[in-house]
């Protein structure tokens, strides 16, 4: 059972937009902890996508985007690509002083 | 190019001992915190815990405090994660990662290491 909750999976189909929720609480993403984005790639290494609730490293496309508000966060992806299909993760901090993630969740690019 | 390099996969048998590699470059590997992640087969990321290579000052999750070490040799700008008994349910990827210097973001990321352990 992971800290922060996301949706197993989503889905949508070729420039179409979703969006991905994570929900946390009071000890953490509601504290006013930062929230993360990672994006996983079948066979590959976790990838930065959204830092500090909202910025994108170099080279991220602005298709991604992040927002926060309470204790939840959310990713939208715009303009959906097939290369987008991964598994994505939100990651924040809690107040018992610990890195948390959140389940993962699947896209599928129909 | 900021970068962190891993260690190759293992075998191990239950019971046996094993310490994988971080090898970080292109930047003060003194500056920044080395994080260490588990992945076991077809599930989620998991924290293992946090070095500080500066000051060797280490946190762990509570969920794998006494189960494994981490720790660090700056001269050679390398971390390290270990375990003295592996388990069968020690089997999984696991990823470093560099701490961001202003968020708790971890990037870039290891190439990852699979340790499989199996009689």
């Known amino acids: 059972q992971s800290v922060l909750t996301q949706p197993p999976s989503v889905s949508g189909a070729p420039g179409q937009r979703v969006t991905i929720s994570c929900t946390g609480s009071?000890?953490?993403?509601?504290?006013?902890?930062?929230v993360h984005w990672y994006q996983q790639l079948p066979g590959t290494a976790p990838k930065l996508l959204i830092y500090g609730n909202i910025n994108r490293p170099s080279g991220v496309p602005d298709r991604f985007s992040g927002s926060k508000s309470g204790t939840s966060a959310s990713l939208a992806i715009t303009g959906l690509q097939a290369e987008d299909e991964a598994d994505y993760y939100c990651?924040?901090?809690?107040?018992?002083?610990?890195?948390?993630f959140g389940g993962g969740t699947k896209l599928t690019v129909l | 190019e900021v970068q962190l390099v891993q260690s190759g996969a293992e075998v191990k048998k239950p019971g046996e001992s094993l310490k994988i590699s971080c090898k970080g470059s292109?930047?003060?590997?003194?500056?920044?915190?080395i994080g260490w992640v588990r992945q076991m087969p077809g599930k989620g990321l998991e924290w293992m815990g946090i070095i500080y290579p500066g000051d060797s000052d280490t946190r762990y999750s509570p969920s794998f405090q006494g189960q494994v070490t981490i720790s660090s040799d700056k001269s050679i700008n390398t971390a390290y994660l270990q375990w003295s008994s592996l388990k069968a349910s020690d089997t999984a990827v696991y990823y470093c990662a560099r701490r961001g210097d202003t968020f708790w973001s971890l990037d870039p990321w290891g190439q990852g290491t699979l340790v499989t352990v199996s009689s």
């Open positions: 009071s000890s953490n993403i509601g504290t006013g902890y930062d």
């Open positions: 990651q924040s901090y809690d107040s018992s002083l610990s890195v948390v």
């Open positions: 292109g930047y003060s590997f003194t500056t920044y915190g």
